[in-house]
């Protein structure tokens, strides 16, 4: 067997963006990653009855075998599971890097983390690595609140009922905080995520929104606020970089990504997938025989 190796996702390389190191917003991203087929028209799978559109990301999905550009294949230990591994090509690297590349919490900050998924838990793993001190996770469902206070968020919050904005300056004596994550993309979770920061601090949507979807904004209040608001894509990340560097901290035990997967035999890939709708599965990681 050749090297271990986890794929991120697919960017053309040459682009003005990717060139500067930030390959999540490449000029071509829809084309290369959502296109179907190659960015030449070509498939790289095929049956008898001819071309299969299978191309998502780059790399297809839910297959054993892939055929795939070589910039996407990141060299990984050959000491941990391939299963573990595998959700650090994109929801993992997305938190990990937007706390890591973007936000870049100093030790005692403070952060609110809207929505404990995937990404969202794997951005609390990364503000414990930062030193946050208040780490406050937001969410309609019990099950991931449970699951971001095992993980060692200080705080869990019922998104469903109370206003979230209200609780969070509660708990930081009415400062609110000096980042915030929006990882659901919905225009009411982005604003609450704005108003729930502090003077000058720093939010970052990650979340994915409908196409089409507006925000309406105090402008006078976050002008004088002077808060930020970074727009990111994959966590700002080069996979090439980031996915070894969180593969180390995962061999140390610092970043403790076993606890975010459950797994699931491929035929039972309908539960997996109705298990993270329900909120059961944070992250479902599919098992080929």
């Given at each position: 067997?050749?090297?271990?190796?986890?794929?991120?996702?697919?960017?053309?390389?040459?682009?003005?963006?990717?060139?500067?190191?930030?390959?999540?917003?490449?000029?071509?991203?829809?084309?290369?990653?959502?296109?179907?087929?190659?960015?030449?028209?070509?498939?790289?799978?095929?049956?008898?009855?001819?071309?299969?559109?299978?191309?998502?990301?780059?790399?297809?999905?839910?297959?054993t075998h892939t055929n795939v550009s070589e910039h996407l294949a990141v060299k990984v230990p050959k000491d941990l599971a391939l299963d573990v591994l595998a959700p650090?090509?994109?929801?993992?690297?997305?938190?990990?890097?937007?706390?890591?590349?973007?936000?870049?919490?100093?030790?005692?900050?403070?952060?609110?983390?809207?929505?404990?998924?995937?990404?969202?838990?794997?951005?609390?793993?990364?503000?414990?690595?930062?030193?946050?001190?208040?780490?406050?996770?937001?969410?309609?469902?019990?099950?991931?609140?449970?699951?971001?206070?095992?993980?060692?968020?200080?705080?869990?919050?019922?998104?469903?009922?109370?206003?979230?904005?209200?609780?969070?300056?509660e708990i930081t004596q009415g400062r609110g905080v000096d980042f915030a994550i929006d990882a659901v993309g919905k225009p009411e979770v982005f604003r609450a995520m704005?108003?729930?920061?502090?003077?000058?601090?720093?939010?970052?949507?990650?979340?994915?929104?409908?196409?089409?979807?507006?925000?309406?904004?105090?402008?006078?209040?976050?002008?004088?606020?002077?808060?930020?608001?970074?727009?990111?894509?994959?966590?700002?990340?080069?996979?090439?970089?980031?996915?070894?560097?969180?593969?180390?901290?995962?061999?140390?035990?610092?970043l403790p990504v076993d606890k975010l997967i459950t797994r699931y035999p491929f035929g039972e890939i309908n539960r997996a997938l109705a298990d993270s709708l329900s909120?059961?599965?944070?992250?479902?990681?599919?098992?080929?025989?």
């Amino acid at each position: 067997m050749g090297d271990h190796v986890v794929l991120g996702f697919n960017y053309c390389q040459h682009c003005e963006t990717c060139l500067a190191g930030f390959p999540g917003n490449c000029i071509h991203t829809a084309q290369y990653n959502f296109g179907a087929l190659r960015p030449d028209g070509s498939s790289p799978l095929s049956d008898g009855h001819g071309a299969i559109a299978g191309s998502f990301f780059g790399q297809s999905s839910f297959a054993t075998h892939t055929n795939v550009s070589e910039h996407l294949a990141v060299k990984v230990p050959k000491d941990l599971a391939l299963d573990v591994l595998a959700p650090l090509g994109c929801g993992v690297m997305t938190g990990v890097g937007t706390v890591f590349n973007v936000l870049r919490p100093k030790p005692g900050s403070t952060i609110a983390i809207f929505g404990a998924g995937g990404v969202g838990l794997s951005a609390l793993l990364a503000a414990r690595l930062s030193g946050c001190s208040a780490m406050i996770l937001i969410d309609v469902l019990k099950s991931r609140l449970a699951k971001s206070l095992a993980l060692g968020a200080s705080h869990a919050v019922d998104g469903s009922g109370a206003n979230a904005v209200e609780l969070i300056r509660e708990i930081t004596q009415g400062r609110g905080v000096d980042f915030a994550i929006d990882a659901v993309g919905k225009p009411e979770v982005f604003r609450a995520m704005l108003d729930s920061l502090t003077v000058r601090g720093h939010g970052a949507l990650v979340g994915a929104p409908i196409p089409g979807q507006e925000v309406s904004l105090d402008l006078s209040q976050s002008l004088g606020a002077g808060r930020r608001v970074s727009m990111v894509l994959e966590g700002d990340a080069h996979p090439q970089l980031l996915i070894p560097q969180m593969a180390a901290l995962m061999s140390s035990g610092a970043l403790p990504v076993d606890k975010l997967i459950t797994r699931y035999p491929f035929g039972e890939i309908n539960r997996a997938l109705a298990d993270s709708l329900s909120g059961d599965a944070v992250k479902p990681v599919l098992i080929f025989p």
